[in-house]
């Protein structure tokens, strides 16, 4: 069933990986990429894109960013909610290490405000040992999943801060493609408990980059 899946799945991802990655080398330090040749935007219904660094498809889903593309993303910070301090099931199990594209944190960094295009990843990690040589504690186990909120006024003029967010799974396989998950499911919290629709509060990183935000 999900053989088929797999088969095309590793065929595209070297091909976007290898195309996000010269993207990734050219923007570092320059802010025109004209030369990286075409961004791997997709047109939906005659709707462009706010942001390169995310493919949809033509239905107007997400498609899973390739884990080369944003593992090397700017890594801002990382919750943890471990199950057994949550009934033994957190709702976003357990580490969530949190990645933002290169040119949202760029802007971030001089302003304080998130650009139209704006990506961050989630990727969701299970607690391992609970012991090392260091002391007792939680350490990272096995990638259980994924999760993104994009900003883009464009695709999502209707939308509450004009972020849509998307979940691949809370584990593996993790779907190849998703669907916008509904604003109460996610921007009305996100919205009350958040600034500016970000936790930035739990990123140290952002609060360094731009100190004058919170
Ligand atoms: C009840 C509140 C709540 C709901 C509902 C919620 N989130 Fe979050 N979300 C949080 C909190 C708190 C954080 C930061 C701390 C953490 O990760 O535990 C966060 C962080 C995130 C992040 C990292 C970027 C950021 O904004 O800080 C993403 C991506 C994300 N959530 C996606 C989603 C998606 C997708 C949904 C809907 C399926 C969702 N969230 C629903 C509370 C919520």
């Given at each position: 069933m999900s053989s088929k899946h797999t088969v095309s799945a590793t065929r595209v991802i070297p091909i976007a990986a290898a195309m996000f990655t010269t993207v990734v080398g050219l923007t570092t330090g320059i802010t025109s990429c004209a030369t990286a040749g075409s961004p791997p935007v997709?047109?939906?219904?005659?709707?462009?894109?706010?942001?390169?660094?995310?493919?949809?498809?033509?239905?107007?889903?997400?498609?899973?960013?390739?884990?080369?593309?944003?593992?090397?993303?700017?890594?801002?910070?990382?919750?943890?909610?471990?199950?057994?301090?949550?009934d033994g099931k957190a709702?976003?199990?357990e580490f969530h290490n949190v990645y933002m594209d290169p040119d949202g944190f760029?802007?971030?960094?001089?302003?304080?405000?998130?650009?139209?295009?704006?990506?961050?990843?989630k990727e969701l990690v299970s607690v391992g040992d609970r012991e090392a040589s260091?002391?007792?504690?939680?350490?990272?186990?096995?990638?259980?999943?994924?999760?993104?909120?994009?900003?883009?006024?464009?695709?999502?003029?209707?939308?509450?801060?004009?972020?849509?967010?998307?979940?691949?799974?809370?584990?593996?396989?993790?779907k190849e493609?998703?669907?916008?998950?509904?604003?109460?499911?996610?921007?009305?919290?996100?919205e009350k408990n958040a600034v500016s629709f970000v936790f930035s509060q739990y990123y140290p990183i952002l609060r360094a980059a731009h100190p004058a935000k919170k």
């Open positions: 997709a047109a939906t219904g005659g709707v462009v894109s706010a942001s390169k660094w995310l493919e949809y498809t033509p239905e107007g889903k997400v498609k899973r960013p390739p884990f080369n593309l944003f593992r090397k993303w700017v890594y801002i910070g990382t919750p943890l909610t471990p199950n057994d301090l949550n709702n976003f199990p760029a802007h971030y960094e001089k302003t304080g405000q998130y650009r139209d295009g704006t990506v961050i990843v260091s002391g007792n504690g939680y350490f990272m186990g096995d990638f259980l999943g994924l999760e993104i909120s994009v900003k883009d006024a464009k695709r999502y003029p209707n939308d509450p801060g004009n972020w849509g967010f998307y979940s691949f799974g809370h584990s593996y396989p993790l493609q998703s669907s916008k998950n509904k604003v109460e499911d996610c921007n009305t919290c996100h």
